[in-house]
C-alpha cells in the first residue's frame, strides 16, 4: 500500500473512539484501517451493483 504524507484536519473525537474501538496502537493504524475498511465496502457494493441482474434463479418447486 502507497502512503503519501497529508496536512489534513481531522475529527479528534472520532479519532480517540476509533483507535479505542480497534484497539490500535496508533491514531495512523486506526485511520488506515477504517479507509481500508471502507475502501472495502465500496468495491463490494459495486461489485453487487456491477452484477445485479445477472443471477439466473430456478425454481425448486413447481406450483
Same mark, same amino acid.
Given at each position: 500500500m502507497p502512503t503519501v504524507k497529508k496536512t489534513i484536519e481531522l475529527d479528534q473525537e472520532a479519532i480517540n473512539r476509533i483507535k479505542a474501538a480497534l484497539n490500535a496502537? *496508533?491514531?495512523?493504524?486506526?485511520?488506515?484501517?477504517?479507509?481500508?475498511?471502507?475502501? *472495502?465496502d465500496i468495491r463490494l457494493a459495486e461489485t453487487a451493483y456491477r452484477d445485479a441482474g445477472s443471477f439466473e434463479f430456478e425454481a425448486a418447486f413447481e406450483d
Open positions: 496502537k *496508533t491514531e495512523k493504524e486506526a485511520i488506515n484501517f477504517a479507509l481500508r475498511q471502507f475502501d *472495502t
